[in-house]
């Protein structure tokens, strides 16, 4: 019978970081709610969806490095998991510069489509905002588990937070695909 692995002693610096990752967590949600409420004036000309383009692009990159972080684990490569995840978590970074930006500047679009694919395009985007509003604490302290050592408790936390974080990532695509033609 296979043995589940002891808990690590969590040590005065883990609980710091712990504390930091929540409280990063918590400023980076009200920031985004709070500038999701403030638009500004694009320049004359300046196509304000290209960020929602860019958007897409990123999370569909971050989809294909999360996989490839699935795969280079399972085969025990390391250094290239690391790489991996690590590439995954600085796009993600600015995916959240890109959709504030995005949203700074475009301000929502209304969802033109009706009856069962509007109900799906709603699903889709509650899923996903509730998600991605929730995970960022969780992938911190999945990241935060590996770079310090403690593999047994960040592979429990990845295998966990890798699913969400994953559908994040689709459904943001999926969620431009569906509401691009009425930008």
Same mark, same amino acid.
């Given at each position: ?8 002693? +969590?040590?005065?610096?883990? !609980? @710091?970081? @712990? ?17 999701? &409420? ?13 960020? !929602? &383009? ?9 989809? +294909? ?8 684990? &399972?085969?025990?490569?390391? !250094? ?5 995840? #690590? ?29 069962? #694919? @509007? ?13 991605? =509003? ?11 588990? =590996? ?37």
């Amino acid at each position: 019978m296979r043995q589940p692995f002891p808990k690590p002693v +969590l040590t005065i610096a883990d !609980a @710091k970081a @712990k504390r930091s990752i929540w409280i990063f967590s918590a400023v980076v949600f009200l920031a985004v709610v709070v500038l999701n &409420r403030v638009q500004a004036p694009a320049p004359d000309g300046f196509d304000v969806h290209v960020f !929602a &383009r860019i958007n897409a692009v990123i999370n569909s990159l971050v989809s +294909l490095l999360l996989i490839m972080g699935l795969f280079t684990a &399972r085969a025990g490569r390391w !250094a290239l998991h690391r790489g991996v995840m #690590i590439s995954a978590m600085i796009l993600s970074v600015l995916f959240l510069v890109s959709y504030i930006l995005h949203h700074l500047f475009a301000g929502d679009t209304a969802f033109g489509g009706t009856g069962a #694919i @509007k109900v799906l395009y709603y699903i889709i985007l509650a899923t996903h905002i509730l998600l991605a =509003a929730g995970s960022l604490p969780y992938i911190l302290l999945t990241a935060y588990r =590996a770079l310090s050592g403690h593999y047994p408790e960040h592979q429990r936390m990845a295998r966990l937070t890798w699913p969400i974080w994953l559908y994040v990532s689709i459904s943001g695509v999926v969620v431009y695909f569906m509401i691009s033609p009425y930008y």
